[in-house]
């Protein structure tokens, strides 16, 4: 080893005595629990998220990942010891810096690359002597190497190994796991010199149990890499154990149900062609509820937030699959036209690069997706899916309308002492209505100081009252909590109802409100409307009144407003942390329980809203107009209700609540803002306002002569529809995210506009690296070898099958039960059923298919129709093959009435009757 650098030994030192300051760049799933692990024991860190939203969450210790502890989260922040920027300016400042960002992968498993390599040019911008750089993102093998350090050297004029130190150690953050956290995850970690390795494995020494070394960064790279591998491996095993088994004869499902019962040394994977398909790119949203969460949210976003409560990863041919609990999304039923909650089977994310397609309609909804996602249009009175790329102005698309009849049921009410952490609740009194005097006694051996200075005004401190045993507390309702003194003295309520009246009161607030944090660090929250809406400012007084509290009042010359303060700190606590409203007009949103809410909680928050942001513009009388010189009298009655929002999350979540209200809004174009203008939903939104905007509204109604035509799509009874404007396709390289929904497989996406699932694609898996350094992955090569040549492997079977029945290819009648990706759903491109058609077709088999939910296909340029189930469309065939198991088909049925069976799904493999019919793959 060479002679130590003196940097080296400063920087060890800081880490033993944890004086050094540790930057983490990168605060999401693996990047925030990491901080909060250092910073609780004792070390500074400063955390670099470039999204100013998250890095200002940190720092108010708003938690947004669920592998991290609220309160463990708002304790390091308090302390001091973590704090969140959005800039690079203070690298030098810091004597480790962790790197924490995403590798999207690209449709082949090359690592994108960009997010490294720009936090990369940042820091060596600013790199000193003396740090420490690690990178735990998931890459590729020689990443550390061959692409940050020359980058780190070039830049710095600094040698790696003497005057700073670089070494990876990837992730291992198992989100939801409760058994292996980030503490007692045994940690792999790798550098290019003994320096670099040594100082490496002190830090994360300093808060992980177990840290393995290995010899360098590659090593260390290649570690995750093979974890990753595993299960595409595993499925191509299982693939050729099915092609084994049909030589040796043998049942390859029995065989793995029976391998399956080891309680240990085994996990159970099944054959299968693979997976393939569209999907949508990670700013689109979806209508969803999971548990407590209720509301609209991007794809990535959720797929994040999945990822951090999931117990298990699946990485499989070229993605990564979540399965979800209790995950829900809105959908509608491609038959019935029935829109309600259903279960997500998973969630899916990849990288793909090709043609994506923005799909427009003529009220300015848009979507983007990949040119092949399976959209849903309204054609002939029935629901049809159709490919984004053939998609044409004037088809219809359905959106969300109308409420569904399965709605979670809002809280009646929520306790706020629980809620409260320690540091406000030592703020805090809990107020008897008849005093607390008769505990006395019981209340001397708890306190430490005199009784009757504990008791002041018949209140408790918080901190005491959670001491005292359950019968003593008494009924929480009854309660009022006291903050201040004298002039400063505020009340509020114990227990907060969630009915109307908050409803209306958060929807003041989203459109008119605000939270601001004083410099004594109490917070306040303003109301500020137009000083002639004075029906609103009486109703804010009379709602606020209703919870016990007051507000001061200031009226602004300058801009004829007037704003109430609310008096206490604890309202704008309980909206900002705990309902999780936002605090300025970009970051509103309604909480989940509202969301969550009926009929009249939604209605009641929506009209809090438009009284705010809404507008009213109405025509009633004669109008005049010239024509080639002659003046033309007619009767305009019209008029126009608007909204408008800065906040992208807040507007989704209006757009979606509307419709599911039966209310169809239409977007002003290249602006956050929503258009009324039919009589229908105007005479709905009169009652939403008060004074002069209900008396134009009224007015019009009352004036109004006769219906007009609207010029719109007509609404359907169950679900609107959308005219498509234009479909623009485009080339684009962006991460994407699909949505596996049980039953209907539909998902109500932006602005309400419902879509099919969507399938991930089925791209090679890492040999492009290998062939890098002239190295063939044989191994590796054979599975994706193995797993597409699974199709010409039924076609042998057929024509054995066929073969042992007396019948050559050429002369046979087939029919395939099928032609969907998976089962019970309509989306058949990528499908393995299309490929076996396409060899079967070029053996001139006369074949026909069934498809319950693919109604006609194009197969080597012939034009195929689904027939019925018929006696016949069974008996009457040489071969029924099952290709895609649809829960809709009896299996038992087709058995009895077919001549012979090819399953390659195993759906008949416990059939007890007619085995001798079946042949299984």
């Known amino acids: 080893m060479s002679q130590t650098p003196p940097v080296l030994l400063t920087l060890q030192e800081k880490i033993k005595d944890r004086t050094a300051m540790v930057g983490v760049v990168g605060l999401g799933y693996v990047g925030l629990p990491f901080a909060v692990e250092k910073a609780k024991v004792g070390f500074r860190v400063l955390g670099i998220e470039q999204n100013p939203r998250r890095a200002q969450q940190v720092n108010q210790g708003d938690n947004y990942i669920g592998d991290v502890q609220d309160e463990e989260l708002k304790q390091v922040v308090s302390s001091g010891h973590l704090q969140a920027v959005s800039s690079f300016d203070r690298v030098a400042e810091m004597d480790v810096i962790v790197i924490c960002v995403p590798t999207p992968l690209t449709k082949n498993l090359t690592p994108n690359l960009s997010y490294i390599e720009s936090v990369t040019e940042q820091i060596s911008e600013r790199l000193r002597p003396g740090q420490l750089v690690t990178l735990e993102s998931t890459t590729y093998p020689g990443t550390t190497d061959e692409v940050m350090r020359p980058l780190l050297e070039k830049t710095s004029g600094l040698q790696q190994g003497q005057d700073f130190f670089l070494a990876h150690s990837p992730e291992r953050v198992d989100p939801g796991n409760q058994r292996y956290t980030t503490k007692n995850t045994n940690k792999v970690v790798g550098a290019s010199d003994p320096h670099s390795l040594a100082v490496a494995t002190l830090f994360y020494e300093q808060t992980i149990e177990t840290v393995v070394p290995v010899s360098s960064a590659k090593a260390a790279e290649l570690v995750k890499v093979f974890e990753n591998t595993f299960r595409a491996v595993n499925i191509a095993l299982v693939n050729e154990l ?5 030589r040796l004869e043998l049942n390859v499902w029995e065989v793995l149900d029976a391998a399956n019962t080891k309680p240990f040394g085994i996990m159970p994977f099944y054959p299968g062609p693979g997976v393939g398909g569209h999907c949508l790119v990670g700013t689109e949203q979806v209508r969803y509820r999971w548990y407590q969460d209720n509301g609209v949210i991007a794809l990535e976003a ?10 298990r990863v699946f990485y499989h041919l070229g993605g990564a699959f979540l399965r979800p ?7 509608i039923d491609l038959e019935t036209g029935e829109q309600g909650w ?18 427009e309609t003529s009220d300015r909804r848009q979507l983007t997706v990949t040119d092949r996602h399976p959209m849903l249009v309204h054609e002939a009175d029935r629901l049809q899916v159709r490919e984004a790329i053939a998609l044409t102005p004037g088809d219809m698309v359905p959106l969300v309308h109308q409420a569904t009849a399965d709605d979670l049921e809002e809280p009646e009410s929520i306790e706020v002492i629980p809620l409260l952490p320690e540091q406000l609740a030592q703020k805090v009194r809990v107020k008897h209505p008849q005093g607390w005097e008769e505990l006395k006694d019981y209340l001397k051996p708890l306190l430490h100081e005199k009784t009757r200075d504990v008791l002041r005004d018949n209140s408790l401190p918080s901190s005491t009252w959670k001491k005292l045993p359950d019968h003593l507390r008494g009924n929480p309702e009854q309660f009022s909590l006291v903050t201040g003194r004298g002039p400063s003295f505020s009340s509020f309520p114990a227990v907060i109802p969630v009915n109307e009246s908050l409803a209306r009161l958060l929807g003041y607030y989203l459109s008119e409100g605000c939270i601001t944090e004083e410099k004594t660090g109490n917070l306040r929250m303003r109301f500020t409307f137009n000083r002639d809406e004075r029906e609103y400012l009486q109703d804010v007084r009379d709602l606020l009144s209703e919870l016990g509290l007051s507000c001061s009042e200031y009226n602004d010359p300058q801009w004829h407003s007037t704003t109430l303060k609310v008096k ?17 007009a970009y970051t509103m949103r309604i909480p989940d329980p509202i969301m969550a809410g009926g009929e009249a909680i939604r209605t009641e928050v929506l009209k809090g809203l438009f009284r705010g942001d809404g507008d009213v513009h109405v025509r009633c009388g004669q109008q005049t107009y010239r024509t080639n010189g002659v003046v033309q009298t007619y009767e305009n009655n019209s008029g126009t209700v608007g909204f408008f929002s800065s906040s992208p999350e807040l507007f989704e979540q209006v757009i979606l609540l509307l419709q599911e209200l039966g209310l169809t809004p239409y977007r002003k174009k290249d602006k956050p803002q929503l258009r009324f203008k039919s009589h229908r939903d105007l005479d709905r939104l009169e009652s939403w306002f ?3 905007k209900a008396q134009k509204l009224a007015r019009l109604r009352l004036s109004r002569k006769r219906h007009l035509a609207s010029k719109r799509p007509q609404v359907n009874q169950l679900y609107a529809v959308a005219q498509i404007h234009s479909v623009t396709p485009f080339a684009a390289k962006t991460p994407v995210y699909s949505v596996e929904v049980a039953e209907t497989h539909t998902f109500a996406a932006t602005t309400g506009v419902y879509v099919h699932n969507c399938i991930p694609l089925d791209p090679h898996y890492l040999e492009w690296k290998a062939k890098e350094h002239n190295f063939e992955t044989h191994f590796i090569a054979l599975a994706g070898e193995v797993n597409r040549k699974m199709p010409e492997f039924v076609r042998e079977k057929v024509g054995r099958v066929l073969n042992r029945i007396g019948k050559a290819p050429s002369r046979s009648q087939v029919l395939v039960i099928g032609a969907a990706y998976k089962k019970d759903i309509s989306d058949w491109r990528e499908s393995p059923a299309i ?25 080597s340029g012939h034009h195929l129709e689904s027939v019925e189930l018929t006696q016949g469309a069974i008996g009457d065939v040489d071969l029924v093959i099952i290709a895609t ?3 809709k088909i009896d299996y038992l049925d087709v058995v009895e009435k077919a001549q012979a069976v090819l399953d390659t799904r195993g759906v008949t493999r416990h059939l007890r009757c007619n085995q001798e019919k079946v042949t299984l793959l």
């Open 325 to 331: 609990e209790g995950l829900e999304v809105l959908s």
């Open 885 to 887: 198991d649809h829960s």
């Open 835 to 859: 490929a076996i058609m396409e060899l079967l077709l070029k053996d001139g088999v006369n074949l026909t298919y069934h498809d319950p939910y693919v109604p006609e296909i194009q197969v």
């Open 302 to 311: 959720l797929y994040q937030r999945v990822q951090e409560r999931s117990e």
């Open 568 to 584: 206490g700190w604890l309202l704008a606590w309980f909206f900002r942390d705990i309902l999780r409203t936002g605090t300025d």
């Open 242 to 246: 099915a092609l084994l088994c049909d």
């Open 690 to 692: 008060l004074g002069e």
């Open 342 to 359: 259903k279960p997500v089977s998973y969630l899916f994310a990849r990288e793909y690069e090709g043609t994506l397609v923005k799909v």
